[in-house]
């Protein structure tokens, strides 16, 4: 008996009609193909053509060749095309940069030209409704909101106490939940809870008291939904405009999603200006800055809830990322847990915990973090810049408006910068004392020690608080834990958890406190 046959009423196209058919969808493709692609100039007045790169299909580009890990395939391009080359996604041209020089001479030396970013239909347009500092063009409201925003950033303007704390609470807690060492503990959400106490502080000037506290797991819900929903290259409807006049999933993530930053911090403003309106005393923070300034720098209502929801999502994945890389990663490298331990018991002793002003002192811990943020970058593709007039660089055109990647994956596996680049080894940066800052102005750029930061106009403003919160994080986790595997549960350290934003998959470790002085010097 037949399990399965063909209902009679189908009729299966003839050999004409698929002919007619095929005709017809490589005319509409070859259309399409030729109004987008053709609406750039591809040659400048010189000849100068754009640089070479994958032939993608038509309408699509080379999208369908991203995949989950769009780096991976970046790299490969690298490999095959060179440092500079352009891929087509939908109608936008993109050009890959994969050489420390040349994004010198593209986003420093060429700042004016190569600071702006892309109006992303889903992240610009329908999340941050054209007022996100992070995804804003390079235009008098993004210099407007990045100068306020950075008054309350930068490390001179954020309280130390702040991190400090923070940091000792996270040491506290992963004490407490791993019952001093004796059980096993997923270490992620309190690191989660680490990112984000300092961000609520610096934001809002509040925090949470546990990770159990229902902001907790609201807030990292929305910063690993934006960060899935807003891949720089992920979101088919940000490359084929046709697109974003269809009702699709991804357009109503996005609408969710703004409608979620506007209930929860644009909430949170509207409370804190309630409180100020009462008289309350109110902790010095961005949005009370904001608040007190709104009528002479004319912010509207929403440009205040919108600046807050990028500074929570900018400074939360990110920052936790890299902690939580660190608790991965560390187990499974005695020998450099003991060289930590050994410097750290050498300069600071077994009565206090590290501060930022030991940082100097401890080579080998700050060299640990940069390995750390060179192996793990949170954000391989960070967020592209784009070019705002047309531009011939070595003989290659690029023209306004093409979207400027920095391939910070190739670039922290460049084995001629980093020998053996896929061990982690963070003796390859024992001489380098500086701090990400000071890297990122070295003269010469094949000395710096990472891009994770990104580069020239749009450079992290949050670098510097950044890097103090990480430092006291992990200098700290050291001096307090020996953090081992579980034989039984080996760690997964090559796949990634989220879309864009990237963080270890679940995982779990015992942290054993080094001596009975941790629970002594920590007050528990
Ligand atoms: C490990 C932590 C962090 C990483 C990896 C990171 C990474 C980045 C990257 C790659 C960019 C884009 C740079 C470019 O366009 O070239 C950026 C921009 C930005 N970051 Fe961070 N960031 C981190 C922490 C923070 C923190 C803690 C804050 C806030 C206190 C922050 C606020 C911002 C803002 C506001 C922008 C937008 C700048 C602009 O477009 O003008 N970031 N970040």
């Known amino acids: 008996m037949a399990i399965f046959t063909y209902p009679n009423e189908i009729h299966f196209p003839t050999f004409f009609q698929t002919i007619v058919l095929l005709a017809s969808i490589t005319?509409?493709?070859f259309y399409l193909f030729s109004k987008f692609f053709l609406s750039h100039r591809l040659v400048d007045q010189n000849g100068n053509k754009i640089p070479n790169g994958p032939v993608g299909l038509p309408i699509l580009g080379s999208f369908p060749f991203l995949t989950r890990f769009p780096e991976r395939a970046f790299d490969y391009w690298a490999q095959k095309f060179g440092p500079l080359y352009s891929i087509w996604l939908g109608s936008q041209l993109c050009v890959i940069v994969s050489d420390p020089q040349i994004v010198k001479d593209l986003l420093v030396a060429n700042g004016s030209i190569f600071s702006s970013r892309k109006d992303m239909f889903l992240k610009s347009q329908t999340i941050f409704v054209g007022r996100g500092i992070t995804d804003?063009?390079?235009?008098?409201?993004?210099?407007?909101h990045r100068r306020i925003?950075?008054?309350?950033?930068?490390?001179?303007?954020?309280?130390?106490?702040?991190?400090?704390?923070e940091a000792t609470v996270l040491v506290q807690e992963l004490y407490k939940q791993g019952h001093a060492g004796t059980a096993p503990i997923d270490p992620r959400p309190h690191a989660g809870r680490c990112a984000l106490n300092n961000m609520l502080t610096i934001v809002f000037g509040t925090r949470t008291d546990s990770i159990n506290h229902?902001?907790?797991g609201h807030a990292l819900r929305l910063s690993r939904e934006f960060a899935n929903c807003t891949g720089p290259v992920t979101n088919l409807t940000d490359f084929v405009p046709f697109l974003q006049r269809i009702p699709n999933y991804m357009t109503t993530r996005g609408k969710k999603l703004h409608n979620g930053f506007v209930e929860t911090y644009g909430g949170m403003v509207r409370d804190i200006e309630a409180r100020m309106n009462r008289g309350e005393?109110?902790?010095?923070c961005l949005v009370k800055t904001l608040i007190l300034n709104k009528e002479s720098e004319k912010l509207e209502d929403i440009d205040m809830y919108i600046i807050a929801s990028s500074l929570m999502i900018g400074g939360v994945e990110t920052t936790s990322g890299i902690m939580q890389w660190f608790q991965a990663l560390i187990p499974s490298y005695p020998d450099i847990q003991n060289k930590a331990h050994a410097e750290l018991d050498r300069v600071i002793g077994r009565n206090r915990l590290p501060t930022v002003e030991d940082e100097k002192n401890l080579p080998y811990i700050h060299a640990i973090v940069k390995e750390v943020e060179r192996c793990y970058n949170p954000f391989w593709l960070g967020i592209p810049?784009?070019?705002?007039?047309?531009f011939t660089y070595r003989g290659q055109f690029i023209p306004k408006d093409t979207v400027i990647v920095l391939n910070t994956y190739t670039m922290h596996h460049d084995p001629q910068r980093y020998p053996d680049p896929h061990t982690f080894n963070p003796d390859r940066y024992i001489d380098d004392s500086t701090t990400c800052a000071e890297s990122a102005n070295l003269a010469n750029a094949y000395e710096r020690d990472h891009w994770m930061f990104g580069a020239g106009r749009r450079i992290c403003p949050g670098m510097a608080v950044a890097e103090r919160e990480i430092f006291l994080a992990i200098s700290r986790m050291l001096w307090s834990f020996n953090m081992e595997q579980l034989p039984e549960e080996p760690i997964n350290l090559n796949d990634y958890d989220g879309l864009s934003g990237r963080s270890p998959v679940p995982f779990r470790i015992k942290a054993i406190p080094r001596d009975d002085k941790v629970a002594e010097v920590l007050e528990i």
Do not use: C, E, F
């Open 281 to 284: 005393n109110v902790p010095d």
């Open 149 to 165: 925003a950075s008054g309350s950033i930068t490390a001179r303007a954020v309280d130390a106490d702040v991190l400090d704390i």
């Open 214 to 216: 229902p902001l907790v």
């Open 385 to 390: 810049h784009s070019s705002i007039q047309d």
């Open 27 to 29: 005319s509409a493709a």
């Open 136 to 144: 804003s063009g390079y235009n008098d409201k993004w210099r407007k």
